[in-house]
Every structure is written in structure tokens, then in C-alpha cells.
């Protein structure tokens, strides 16, 4: 019997507390494994052009920043040695963000961007340029800000990024 009058404890208390919306239980002893979620092309655009309703074109160093951590996460788990172009690359093919993926000397260039959507006056890849900038910047160890200079969705047949200011 437990020291404290009325309470209960143990599995039944566990129990009743989880009912409440409140969770006791121990430290978490393992990471849980990582989960992903499907978003359509249409759906990534509706939310873009949510965001620019609200917040103009600020909104696109935002998404920029997302893609840039997006990569963060991808080359913290590189191994040793490993290219992490190569990487990205297969990543950025395999999570759907693109169908094609080249590195050029000055940046990259893409077909099949998730986020390109044709029609458009103003480029539109920004989360795959983050994310593409800073696969380069693992690489060279150095800054390296992409930008977006041929983009499907203002008629472009792919979608070109070169490094800002001409390095």
C-alpha cells in the first residue's frame, strides 16, 4: 500500500493520468525513428502563395532558410569521407524534390522541381535552392548562396541556381 492516502499508483495510476491528457512515465531511452509526410506539389504551392498574401516576397528568404535546414539535417548523418553532393543528390531524388539533379562549376541545375509551378513571374524554387546551397557549402567548406536564374515556373525549360555574385 502506498504511502500517500487515496492515491493510487503503479500501472492503474499510469493509466488514469494518460486519461487526463497528462503522461508520467520514464526517460525516453531510444530516438525515435525518423518520419516523413507526403505533400503534393499543388498543396507546397497553395501554402507559397499563402505565405506571400501575408508576407509579400519576404516570405522567400524563409523558405530558403527551411531548405538550408533540411540539408543541415542531412549532413550531420554524412559518413566520413562521404560526398555530400552524392548524398543530397539522392536524397533531394528519393524524397521527391526533384526528378533531375547535376552540380555544374557555378551551382546546379534541376528538372522536375517539386516546387516549380509554370505560369508564374517570379522564380519560385526557394526551399531547393536552400537546400542546395548548403549541400555546397558541406562540400567546399565555404558560404555559398545560390540564386535562381532560369526557373520552369516563369518558362524556363529547368530550373538553374548559380552562386551569388558571380563566385
Known amino acids: 500500500m502506498s504511502g500517500v492516502p487515496g492515491r493510487l499508483t503503479g500501472r492503474r495510476a499510469e493509466s488514469l ?3 487526463r491528457g497528462t503522461f508520467i512515465g520514464g526517460p525516453q531511452v531510444r530516438r525515435p525513428l525518423a518520419r ?18 501575408v508576407m509579400s ?12 535546414v533540411l540539408a543541415e539535417e542531412l549532413t550531420k548523418s ?7 553532393l552524392e548524398a543530397g543528390k539522392k536524397v533531394i531524388l528519393e524524397r521527391g524534390w526533384a526528378e533531375e539533379v547535376a552540380f555544374t562549376d557555378s551551382g546546379a541545375r534541376v528538372r522536375g522541381s517539386i516546387e516549380a509551378m509554370p505560369g508564374g513571374d517570379v522564380e519560385t524554387c526557394h526551399r531547393l535552392r536552400g537546400i542546395l546551397s548548403k549541400l ?19 518558362g524556363g525549360r529547368e530550373c538553374v541556381f548559380e552562386q551569388e555574385g558571380g563566385a
Do not use: W
Open 36 to 53: 516523413f509526410v507526403k505533400v503534393s506539389q499543388q498543396e507546397l504551392d497553395s501554402v507559397r502563395k499563402l505565405y506571400e498574401s
Open 17 to 19: 493520468d494518460n486519461n
Open 57 to 68: 516576397y519576404a516570405c522567400h528568404g524563409l523558405f530558403f532558410r527551411e531548405g538550408m
Open 136 to 154: 555546397l557549402e558541406a562540400k567546399t567548406k565555404h558560404r555559398v548562396r545560390l540564386a535562381e536564374v532560369e526557373c520552369v515556373s516563369t
Open 78 to 84: 554524412l559518413a566520413l569521407g562521404e560526398d555530400p
